[in-house]
Each structure stands twice: as C-alpha cells, then as structure tokens.
C-alpha cells in the first residue's frame, strides 16, 4: 500500500474523533505488519488536526530526481564533442621520459 493511502485512511480516522492509539489500532488490524509505525501516525495525525489537508509529499527543494535531456539540439556535433570528453585517457600517454646517455 502507498504511503499517501495510510495517510488518507489516518486523515479518515483522526477526523471520526480516533485517537492516535485507537488509529494505530486499526491499521494494524487491517494491514498487519506493514501499517505505518506509531511515531508516523502519531506526527500524521498532529499535522491533520492542526489543519493540513493535504495527504501528498510536499516538493522539497534540492536536486531533483530525475535529470532531462534535451536532445532536439540544432547542433548534433555538439552533442557528439561532449560525448568524446569523458573518454577515459591512456595510462601514461603524457609522460615524458629522460633520454639515456
């Protein structure tokens, strides 16, 4: 079950008049071991009474998930140059060596 569909059954819950324990209670009854711990109902419950609604994830801010490519370049040889930079170089192709006498 998703997190957001434990969230909407203890938003149901807590607004019937259920306290904390009484919803931990039946998530157990009904989902067994893979109910919310007391802790997640106990702060999901605070957060409903003191007005929030929603039940989805708010966006954090940060680096986001997921990485887009815009591949529509006008330029394909651009594309194809910055490919070729992140070719590994040969072990030792820049050392220069002392002649011997």
Same mark, same amino acid.
């Given at each position: ?34 109910? +919310?711990?007391?802790?997640?109902? &106990? *702060?999901?419950? $605070?957060?409903? #009474? ?25 330029? +394909?040889?651009?594309?194809?140059? &910055? *490919?070729?930079? $992140?070719?590994? #170089? ?12």
């Amino acid at each position: 079950m998703l997190k957001v569909e434990y969230r909407a059954v203890i938003k149901f819950l807590t607004k019937e008049g259920y306290n904390t324990k009484e919803v931990k209670k039946q998530l157990d009854d009904v989902y067994g071991s893979s109910s +919310p711990s007391y802790s997640t109902v &106990k *702060l999901w419950a $605070k957060l409903i #009474k003191s007005g929030r609604d929603n039940v989805d994830d708010i966006p954090r801010g940060g680096r986001t998930s997921e990485t887009y490519i815009d591949l529509s370049c006008k330029k +394909p040889g651009l594309i194809r140059i &910055k *490919l070729q930079l $992140k070719k590994k #170089k040969k072990v030792g192709s820049g050392i220069k060596t002392k002649s011997k006498r």
